[in-house]
């Protein structure tokens, strides 16, 4: 709490965004957090309204001035708000608004599906905008096209936390996973995360469980092991 008060924007953004992770109830935070979202730096008024929704709670949000941050230039300040007056006020539908007008921009696009996966069943208005994210395409060769699975995956992601019941959703992660390996270790994580209803991804699963890549085998034992335990769990393991 004591690093929000540090000359350094940099390290005050960093306290933000540390606070944050916690997800719990942080008092002695709020008033410094408040204060940050009229700070100079683009960086700490971004990690102050993210780090809000996640620490105060609805009788200490400082909901005028997350208000005032909808109107931003920068799309992640606008969007942690949005996303903070969610939490707080429950309006999903101004929200999701502007999670949306952001996802048509590519700056902030990314940052814009993972809120919308944060919101999960309340954000269901926001399907056909995410279904449209995984089936992009590019029309051409160039710099983008190494963006893009990483976008549908975070797409596939969000619309598996709104609506669970999506095998097309597994389906286009492990596609991204096929076609960008960089993205393979997140795509386990995901699926094992997702416990049963990934099933259909086992065999993807076992086939980087016998890789060479001592990593991506560990990553891959431990989804393979939620998945199971889950079904058991579940009493779906038949």
């Given amino acids: 709490v004591q690093a929000l008060n540090d000359k350094a924007a ?12 916690t997800r719990q109830p942080v008092p002695e935070a709020v008033p410094r957090l408040t204060a940050m979202l009229s700070d100079s730096d683009r960086q700490c008024r971004f990690a102050a309204a993210f780090a809000l929704g996640r620490v105060a709670t609805s009788a200490e949000a400082p909901l005028p ?9 920068d799309p992640y300040v606008r969007a942690s708000a949005a996303l903070s007056l969610w939490r707080f006020a429950g309006d999903s539908h101004s929200t999701i608004r502007t999670l949306l007008d952001i996802l048509e921009t590519e700056n ?8 919308l996966g944060e919101m999960g069943a309340e954000a269901k208005s926001a399907l056909p905008a995410l279904w449209s994210a995984v089936q992009t395409r590019p029309a051409d060769t160039g710099e983008m ?7 549908r995956l975070q797409a596939a992601e969000a619309i598996v936390k709104i609506y669970p019941p999506s095998p097309e959703a597994i389906s286009v ?13 997140r795509g386990i994580v995901t699926l094992g995360q997702l416990g049963p209803i990934a099933k259909s991804a086992i065999p993807t699963l076992e086939k980087a469980l016998g ?3 001592e990593a991506i085998r560990r990553v891959a034992a431990e989804a393979l092991r939620k998945i199971a335990q889950q079904r ?3 009493g779906t393991n038949k």
């Fill in 65 to 73: 001035e997350l208000r005032r941050l909808q109107g931003e230039v």
């Fill in 145 to 151: 096209d190494r963006e893009l699975p990483g976008l």
């Fill in 232 to 234: 058991g769990v579940n």
């Fill in 108 to 115: 902030g696009r990314f940052f814009a599906v993972e809120c």
């Fill in 211 to 213: 890789g060479t890549n």
């Fill in 10 to 21: 940099s390290v005050r953004s960093r306290a933000a965004f540390a606070l944050a992770k």
């Fill in 173 to 185: 992660i492990i596609q991204a996973m096929n076609e960008a390996p960089w993205l393979t270790s």
